[in-house]
């Protein structure tokens, strides 16, 4: 059985940092890819981050230079560290892990709250 837990969810002010992790388990983490998308309040999900089974990282525009993904394969685990949060960041933050040889992201967490308030 599948699983993808997201932690690391909170109440942060404008300005702060925030690091969330994804622990899978019932995969072969090391050959998956792995990412992070949000999805806020009437608005569609979004990709935030992607890292691939040989660490290459993409991220959009509105995130680059503010948010890092990275994976330890030993710990069968994905983080998303957040630095200079704004508002507009403020979304449920969800992991997602495919194999590579999918497009489509096939496997999802129960997601993890982040508010970016003052």
């Known amino acids: 059985q599948v699983q993808l837990v997201e932690s690391g969810g909170g109440l942060v002010q404008p300005g702060g940092s925030l690091r969330l992790s994804c622990a899978a388990s019932?995969?072969?983490?090391?050959?998956?890819?792995m990412a992070w998308y949000r999805q806020a309040p009437g608005k569609q999900r979004e990709l935030v981050a992607n890292?691939?089974?040989?660490?290459?990282?993409d991220y959009p525009n509105s995130v680059k230079g503010r948010f890092t993904i990275s994976r330890d394969n030993a710990k069968n685990t994905v983080y998303l560290q957040m630095i200079s949060l704004k508002p507009e960041d403020t979304a449920v933050y969800y992991c997602?892990?495919?194999?590579?040889?999918?497009?489509?992201?096939?496997?999802w967490g129960q997601g993890t709250q982040v508010t970016v308030s003052s």
């Open positions: 019932g995969i072969i983490f090391s050959i998956f890819d």
């Open positions: 890292i691939t089974s040989g660490s290459r990282t």
């Open positions: 997602a892990g495919r194999s590579s040889v999918f497009v489509e992201y096939t496997y």
